[in-house]
């Protein structure tokens, strides 16, 4: 059987030519393995097209660099593979056979059975090599395409070694290379049947591998989803954790999986699933604590940063469990730290091999995506622990609350908290999903709904104090704040309702010592200055007058030096009264201190004598009720009263006012120096300031005032 040599180098370069460019396609759309692969086709190319180029280009380029493309061009092959399978083995095992015929060719340019021997050699065992990487392959199956890249390799393996004998033996010559005959037309067929099953090999093998992954891949998908709804069901998180595991390893079977949670401290890790390993190894590493060289998952915890142990017998991190590890049978162990969403250590994903095992960038994927998962499953369970744990505190503080606690929606009184019943007095069943406002006194509800409608439809916190006619204890007061919020989608108030009523005594309490006297109870310095600079600034628009009287007792330290002063108190009390009933209830008593006493009279008349006339029938009326006898009735400490009678006068000052151009300070001096020039012209008498120079004169209680 015999070809034409340079029609068999034309068949074999245009094979190998529109093969690259096809695999080279492939490889930029699909698949970018192919690459490579693509590239080999394309050097081989190469090398045909400069053996056919024999005696028109310099031998160096016919036969050293044809050769360098070929043997260059096979250990591309093995590079692909490498790259496919992501083996570990060293770059420089493919190359050194290019190295060899690159540096061996050149001195061997005279020499042609020494150049086939030599190539035919090195090519054989090239496509041995290609062959072995390929059979080596561990993380997919083994299918059509590997098979066919290893028959094609193999094949012209064999016819390598054919024509390696047949050389050596001296059945194959120079001549019979360029004539033709039936062992150079065998190898061309040999070589280009060997090209097209290393193409379909690597496209099917590319094409199977594409396929496990997207099975792969909607298996994970379809994993990732039943975790997902089980988290969204609540499952437990011990079950999530197990079932993310056990979802792993049927996925990967050759890996063994667990999940190690680290505690609240942040120092310890504890088994969260790990259904694969031994149940002592569990045991031992429960309670792991964290830190640089403490395995590969305390590793990684500590650091926050992936630990990738491909050989536990070898490896530093794992001296101290390495018995525990062997009797365990792992050989390999990468981990993961679980993060939650703002970066917090949640614990580690592991990924452990019987053998010892270097991760490939597909497991490196798996890892992260596992802890990611792992990750959105602790969290979420968490969240939802501490949101039923909150539920429980926030239902217990509102239940044990001693606050009235109620939702208000439209008026309707949607939620209340048990203390808020007591309060109110109403049982639920009375008050629930009813209007608030008849709860509410008739005399604020008009104030306190208006006062709760928002402004500009906008809803804001809010403060009200109001009344309620409760069931139990009559008339309360209750103070509630209340802010908007939403209850059950729609717009609501939160109100904290507080009982208020003794702090309104206790306020009205301190209000009333603070403005009145404590004795007589009626009103001190403080108040009647306050009522004096009203009445003056009343007066100056109305144009009215006024009168301020300015009182002493004429004959009351004899009473307090006989008897002692719970008997003069008693004489100022019934001075108080006499006092309060002789003028009208606009007017203002006040005791001014000691047996002092100030008496103010308001919006007399537009005329001053008129309002003259009308002061001196109010100071005659009060002369003479002072001086009607007292009967002072005293307890005796034995249990029995004793009666004390006295005679008591005044004398009284007066000053008239229309509220221009005095201060109340300077009306009350007015008033005492007056009251003393009546002192000064005896009991009983009433002195007007300022007047016309007259000389004061005794009066009785009847006599009216006497000019100043």
């Known amino acids: 059987m015999s070809f034409h040599v340079p029609t068999l180098f034309a068949v074999i370069i245009a094979v190998s030519a529109v093969l690259a460019v096809a695999i080279g396609f492939i490889g930029r759309q699909r698949h970018r393995n192919l690459l490579l692969w693509a590239t080999a086709l394309g050097v081989q190319a190469l090398g045909y097209v400069l053996y056919g180029l024999r005696g028109q280009v310099p031998d160096w380029a016919s036969v050293v660099v044809a050769n360098v493309c070929m043997s260059g061009a096979l250990a591309v092959y093995a590079l692909g593979i490498r790259r496919f399978h992501d083996q570990r083995w060293p770059v420089w095992w493919a190359w050194a056979p290019v190295a060899v015929i690159g540096l061996s060719f050149p001195f061997l340019l005279d020499n042609f059975t020494a150049r086939l021997l030599l190539g035919s050699s090195v090519y054989g065992l090239q496509l041995l090599f290609v062959a072995a990487v390929a059979r080596q392959q561990r993380h997919a199956p083994r299918g059509r395409g590997e098979q066919l890249l290893v028959f094609g390799a193999l094949l012209m393996a064999i016819m390598m070694a054919a024509r390696t004998w047949t050389v050596a033996t001296g059945q194959f010559t120079v001549q019979q290379l360029f004539q033709g005959g039936t062992l150079q037309s065998l190898t061309f067929l040999f070589t280009l049947t060997g090209t097209l099953l290393l193409a379909l090999g690597l496209i099917i093998m590319n094409e199977d591998?594409?396929?496990?992954?997207?099975?792969?891949?909607?298996?994970?998908?379809?994993?990732?989803?039943?975790?997902?709804?089980?988290?969204?069901?609540?499952?437990?998180?011990?079950?999530?954790?197990?079932?993310?595991?056990?979802?792993?390893?049927?996925?990967?079977?050759?890996?063994?999986?667990?999940?190690?949670?680290?505690?609240?401290?942040?120092?310890?890790?504890?088994?969260?699933?790990?259904?694969?390993?031994?149940?002592?190894?569990?045991?031992?590493?429960?309670?792991?604590?964290?830190?640089?060289?403490?395995?590969?998952?305390?590793?990684?915890?500590?650091?926050?940063?992936?630990?990738?142990?491909?050989?536990?017998?070898?490896?530093?991190?794992?001296?101290?469990?390495?018995?525990?590890?062997?009797?365990?049978?792992?050989?390999?162990?990468?981990?993961?730290?679980?993060?939650?969403?703002?970066?917090?250590?949640?614990?580690?994903?592991?990924?452990?091999?019987?053998?010892?095992?270097?991760?490939?960038?597909?497991?490196?994927?798996?890892?992260?995506?596992?802890?990611?998962?792992?990750?959105?499953?602790?969290?979420?369970?968490?969240?939802?622990?501490?949101?039923?744990?909150?539920?429980?505190?926030?239902?217990?503080?509102?239940?044990?609350?001693?606050?009235?606690?109620?939702?208000?929606?439209?008026?309707?009184?949607?939620?209340?908290?048990?203390?808020?019943?007591?309060?109110?007095?109403?049982?639920?069943?009375?008050?629930?999903?009813?209007?608030?406002?008849?709860?509410?006194?008739?005399?604020?509800?008009?104030?306190?709904?208006?006062?709760?409608?928002?402004?500009?439809?906008?809803?804001?916190?809010?403060?009200?104090?109001?009344?309620?006619?409760?069931?139990?204890?009559?008339?309360?007061?209750?103070?509630?704040?209340?802010?908007?919020?939403?209850?059950?989608?729609?717009?609501?108030?939160?109100?904290?309702?507080?009982?208020?009523?003794?702090?309104?005594?206790?306020?009205?309490?301190?209000?009333?010592?603070?403005?009145?006297?404590?004795?007589?109870?009626?009103?001190?310095?403080?108040?009647?200055?306050?009522?004096?600079?009203?009445?003056?600034?009343?007066?100056?628009?109305?144009?009215?007058?006024?009168?301020?009287?300015?009182?002493?007792?004429?004959?009351?330290?004899?009473?307090?030096?006989?008897?002692?002063?719970?008997?003069?108190?008693?004489?100022?009390?019934?001075?108080a009264h006499r006092l309060t009933h002789s003028v009208r209830e606009t007017d203002t008593v006040a005791r001014f201190g000691g047996d002092e006493f100030v008496v103010l009279l308001g919006d007399l008349h537009t005329d001053p004598q008129t309002s003259v006339e009308l002061a001196r029938a109010v100071a005659g009326k009060l002369l003479a009720a002072l001086a009607e006898p007292y009967c002072l009735a005293v307890e005796q400490a034995s249990g029995g009263v004793h009666a004390v009678e006295h005679r008591c006068t005044a004398c009284i000052g007066v000053v008239m006012f229309d509220g221009q151009a005095t201060e109340p300070d300077d009306l009350l001096k007015q008033a005492d120096m007056a009251m003393y020039r009546a002192k000064a012209a005896g009991r009983n008498t009433v002195w007007l300031a300022p007047t016309a120079p007259t000389a004061p004169t005794a009066a009785p209680a009847d006599a009216g005032l006497t000019p100043g």
């Open 209 to 575: 591998r594409a396929e496990h992954a997207l099975r792969q891949n909607q298996r994970y998908q379809a994993f990732r989803n039943r975790i997902l709804e089980l988290l969204a069901q609540g499952t437990p998180l011990p079950t999530l954790l197990h079932e993310i595991v056990q979802g792993i390893e049927t996925l990967h079977p050759r890996m063994l999986c667990s999940i190690l949670l680290l505690d609240r401290q942040g120092q310890h890790l504890q088994t969260g699933a790990a259904p694969s390993l031994p149940a002592f190894y569990n045991d031992a590493v429960q309670g792991l604590p964290i830190g640089p060289g403490a395995g590969s998952c305390g590793t990684a915890a500590h650091t926050r940063q992936r630990v990738v142990v491909e050989d536990i017998a070898s490896h530093p991190y794992w001296a101290p469990y390495r018995e525990l590890a062997a009797q365990a049978g792992l050989g390999a162990c990468w981990s993961q730290p679980i993060f939650s969403s703002d970066q917090r250590v949640l614990g580690t994903f592991a990924i452990y091999h019987h053998r010892p095992h270097t991760p490939s960038p597909a497991d490196i994927a798996l890892i992260e995506e596992a802890a990611l998962l792992a990750g959105i499953a602790i969290e979420r369970s968490r969240e939802a622990q501490q949101l039923l744990e909150r539920e429980r505190h926030y239902r217990l503080l509102i239940e044990t609350a001693n606050e009235g606690i109620a939702v208000i929606q439209n008026g309707v009184l949607r939620f209340a908290n048990p203390r808020f019943f007591q309060l109110c007095g109403h049982t639920p069943a009375e008050v629930l999903n009813q209007p608030l406002a008849p709860l509410i006194h008739e005399d604020d509800r008009d104030r306190v709904i208006r006062a709760s409608a928002p402004a500009d439809g906008q809803a804001a916190p809010q403060h009200h104090t109001f009344r309620v006619l409760t069931r139990h204890q009559g008339e309360r007061w209750f103070e509630l704040n209340d802010a908007p919020f939403e209850w059950l989608g729609q717009p609501a108030t939160l109100s904290f309702m507080t009982d208020i009523t003794e702090r309104r005594r206790l306020e009205a309490k301190i209000q009333q010592q603070a403005l009145h006297d404590t004795l007589t109870e009626l009103p001190n310095r403080r108040l009647l200055t306050h009522n004096l600079a009203q009445a003056m600034a009343s007066h100056r628009r109305s144009g009215l007058h006024g009168a301020l009287m300015f009182l002493d007792l004429d004959n009351f330290k004899p009473l307090n030096d006989t008897h002692g002063h719970r008997v003069g108190d008693l004489l100022l009390v019934e001075v």
